[in-house]
């Protein structure tokens, strides 16, 4: 057994390497020389895992200098930080901040300002503390993170620290809610000495110990402020509260080399959960193509020689079989143009997928760069608007279309505008909720500009060439008058096959789609794109071969109407996923108001919208493939 997988396990010994082992780098380093002022930067405050009953309860997030929450502000205002595309469309909103930090200089104790909160400001505040918000700082590149042991014992870095904290230690009261005004930085640095002799030191770790103290201006101390008392500060709803903004700073000299300082961050809390998965999916892969190949090696070898020795102007009524429906398999389907615009979209989202997942894979793609995620996305499914206008013209010319001035408009519009449309009107309860996720409208009209500036030509330049491409010719004549179908077993159906099929595939995804979940919800950094890579390719061979199997038995009961339900089969993936966000969301999450809730099943519905198209479409062509090549091995006289 060893001997034949050898190739393939040098294949995933290969791959897991590169899972594991390969470094994400980053910008070009910033070195510091002592007592040089190093920026630190505040973005928005984000919720995070309520420890009580382990539950998200909200997804929306707030902008730091938001008016309600009262934060200290540099002086002349904060100043917006500029911010990649992507950064902005996940939410990011990065501005400078009052505090100052010098490379190698110890502060303990520093005044940064005083603010009064009113009952009304102080309410919102505390329902946020209630709601285990998180800060997000960054100092050099590197978020303020919270030192964190996970259960096999290691520490690790979880970015972001809470705005509050709240007491139930005491049973029969009511649990005491604290705010944090002081803050604990302890910050390391690498030190390098360059040539004659001059010393640089580079931030290669930030940590943030947050505290809730009741502290006061005192001119006479070192740095302005009297940190001395124990007692926290409690937020009072009915009356002004006084809350003076301390922090202290502690360099701390480390060995860890800039290059590995996002080691730290990039944790993984347990990964044989991830080769469980992978291994899993193998099997079920090793095991469908294993069916593909029985089905093709020796059912359609003895079907393709049986058929081919028949007469069909004699017994051939008398058979039945998959060769019974050759007349009418290359039938046009309803509704051509709309498939051929799916197929179109699907084939651009495939390669922007594969795309961006191996620019992850090689490490473009860096932490430290945030947004550039989102930002390659964006761009490649720009730049691969060509293919989506080629893959939909030559389909539909296929397909025998005729209206093609329509296909050509609708190709870069209909999936786009949809897409666009549902993100607009999410985004409206954003706005009103004062969210910082709100996209502003600039960003709104660069994105049209952007798609109708590159996109549009680029999606109306592949349909001109698809069009004067020669159609793909059927390797067998079509009836004019089309064969009565016979009656179809329960399995055969369209709801029962795609229950069947979907599932599959959805099972190669389950685990790494968990941990994306958890990314893009917990406003986490998602990083395991060797894991991805590999599940990626294995999602495909699952779509592909599933969907083949049930195509061949739905033949071989004499069904023709094979293009969408070869679509919705592979398709029907999605179905999963959107029910796998539901049960996320019954299980996970305890979103309170309207907007969260509006917003956590409107993003999942569009992401099991675009899984739809990507999967059905890996499914109409692997099954294309395989109906073109069995009906052309066969003799039609």
């Known amino acids: 057994m060893r001997t034949p997988l050898g190739p393939l396990g040098l294949g995933i010994l290969g791959l897991s390497s590169l899972a594991s082992a390969f470094y994400l780098p980053g910008v070009a380093p910033t070195d510091y020389k002592e007592k040089d002022k190093v920026p630190l930067f505040v973005n928005r405050l984000t919720p995070a895992l309520v420890s009580s009953d382990q539950q998200l309860h909200s997804i929306v997030s707030y902008d730091y200098y938001h008016p309600i929450l009262g934060f200290c502000e540099p002086e002349g205002g904060p100043k917006q930080v500029s911010e990649s595309l992507g950064s902005i469309l996940f939410g990011d909103r990065i501005f400078t901040s009052p505090f100052q930090l010098e490379m190698g200089q110890n502060q303990t104790c520093k005044k940064l300002c005083t603010k009064t909160y009113s009952g009304h400001n102080a309410n919102f505040v505390n329902r946020r503390i209630w709601q285990n918000f998180n800060f997000n700082w960054l100092i050099d590149g590197l978020p303020a993170a919270t030192r964190t042991l996970d259960d096999n014992g290691k520490f690790f870095y979880s970015q972001g620290f809470p705005l509050g904290e709240v007491d139930v230690s005491e049973e029969g009261k009511n649990p005491s809610v604290y705010f944090n005004n002081h803050y604990d930085f302890f910050i390391d640095y690498h030190e390098l000495v360059k040539r004659g002799g001059e010393k640089r030191y580079r931030v290669v770790g930030v940590v943030v110990q947050p505290k809730s103290k009741q502290s006061k201006p005192d001119s006479k101390g070192t740095f302005g402020a009297d940190c001395s008392s124990e007692k926290k500060v409690m937020l009072d709803t009915k009356e002004d509260t006084e809350v003076t903004f301390t922090y202290s700073v502690y360099w701390r000299p480390s060995k860890t080399a800039w290059a590995t300082r996002w080691d730290q961050y990039l944790h993984v809390f347990d990964p044989k959960i991830h080769w469980f998965s992978l291994v899993n999916s193998a099997i079920i892969v090793v095991f469908l193509t294993g069916m593909v190949v029985m089905v093709l090696l020796r059912a359609l070898r003895k079907d393709i020689a049986r058929y081919n020795q028949l007469d069909l102007n004699e017994d051939v009524q008398d058979d039945s079989g998959w060769k019974l429906v050759h007349g009418d398999v290359f039938r046009a389907p309803k509704n051509p143009m709309l498939l051929s615009i799916f197929l179109g979209s699907g084939a651009q989202l495939f390669f922007m997928t594969g795309a961006t997942i191996a620019f992850a894979l090689l490490g473009f793609l860096s932490p430290s760069n945030r947004g550039s995620l989102g930002t390659i996305m964006i761009l490649l499914y720009t730049i691969f608007g060509f293919i989506g ?100 077993v329960t399995y055969l159906r369209p709801i029962p096959s795609m229950l069947l099929v979907g599932i599959l595939p959805f099972g190669a995804i389950f685990v790494e789609l968990y941990f994306i979940m958890n990314s893009i919800w917990f406003h986490k950094v ?77 993003y999942s519905a569009l992401i099991g919208f675009l899984c739809f198209i990507l999967t059905g479409t890996i499914g109409f062509f692997s099954t294309w493939m395989f109906v073109r090549r069995i009906y052309a091995s066969i003799k039609i006289d």
């Open 526 to 602: 998602y990083y395991m794109f060797g894991f991805l890579f590999i599940c990626y390719g294995i999602m495909i061979v699952t779509c592909s071969t599933v969907t083949i199997l049930m195509i061949y038995f739905l033949l071989c009961s004499e069904n023709y109407h094979w293009q969408w339900r070869a679509f919705f089969t592979s398709g029907a993936c999605a179905l999963y996923i959107f029910l796998n966000a539901i049960f996320y969301w019954i299980s996970k999450l305890s979103l309170g108001g309207l907007t969260s809730n509006v917003l956590y099943l409107g």
């Open 389 to 488: 206008g080629y893959v939909s013209a030559r389909v539909y010319k296929t397909l025998g279309g005729d209206a093609w001035k329509r296909n050509i408009v609708f190709t870069p519009v209909f999936i786009p505008g949809v897409v666009f449309g549902t993100f607009f009107f999410l985004n409206l309860f954003l706005v009103f909720e004062g969210s910082s996720g709100a996209v502003p409208l600039t960003t709104m009209i660069a994105l049209i500009g952007i798609w109708f500036v590159i996109s549009v030509p680029l999606s109306f330049a592949g349909s001109w060439f698809g069009f004067r491409a020669p159609a793909f010719e059927s390797p067998v004549r079509t009836n004019q008058i089309p064969r009565q179908i016979p009656p179809q």
